[in-house]
């Protein structure tokens, strides 16, 4: 199983970014994918999870109404748009993945690298 994600970037706050997680090494109708976000001196943070299989998605109440999860099935891929960034949102991305959504990090076998997200003031 490998996860890949993509897309982390500098952006002013109100701004947007896109991030990618391509998966690979599973069927993707078997899991869930869950994005995490972990800023300097912080605990890693559940933010969204999809399940592949039905499309339920589940939001952290700190990123409900600004981020929107979705999967590109056919793709093996999952993605976390942002919108209206606020500098409280900088931290490293993560997607993770198991057999269903979970906000406890420590149950995921699967980890991408991250990707890096800061915004500025």
């Known amino acids: 199983v490998q996860l890949v994600e993509s897309g982390g970037d500098l952006v002013r706050a109100g701004g947007s970014l896109r991030l990618s997680c391509a998966a690979s090494?599973?069927?993707?109708?078997?899991?869930?994918i869950s994005w995490f976000r972990q800023a300097p001196g912080k605990e890693r943070e559940a933010i969204s999870c999809?399940?592949?299989?039905?499309?339920?998605?589940v939001y952290a109440d700190s990123v409900k109404g600004r981020f929107t999860i979705s999967s590109d099935n056919a793709k093996n891929m999952v993605y976390l748009q942002m919108n209206s960034l606020k500098p409280e949102d900088t931290a490293v991305y993560y997607c993770?993945?198991?057999?269903?959504?979970?906000?406890?990090?420590?149950?995921?076998?699967?980890w991408g690298q991250g990707t890096q997200v800061t915004v500025s003031s």
């Open positions: 999809i399940t592949w299989s039905d499309g339920s998605t």
């Open positions: 090494g599973f069927t993707a109708d078997d899991y869930a």
């Open positions: 993770a993945a198991r057999a269903t959504c979970t906000i406890v990090a420590e149950l995921y076998p699967y």
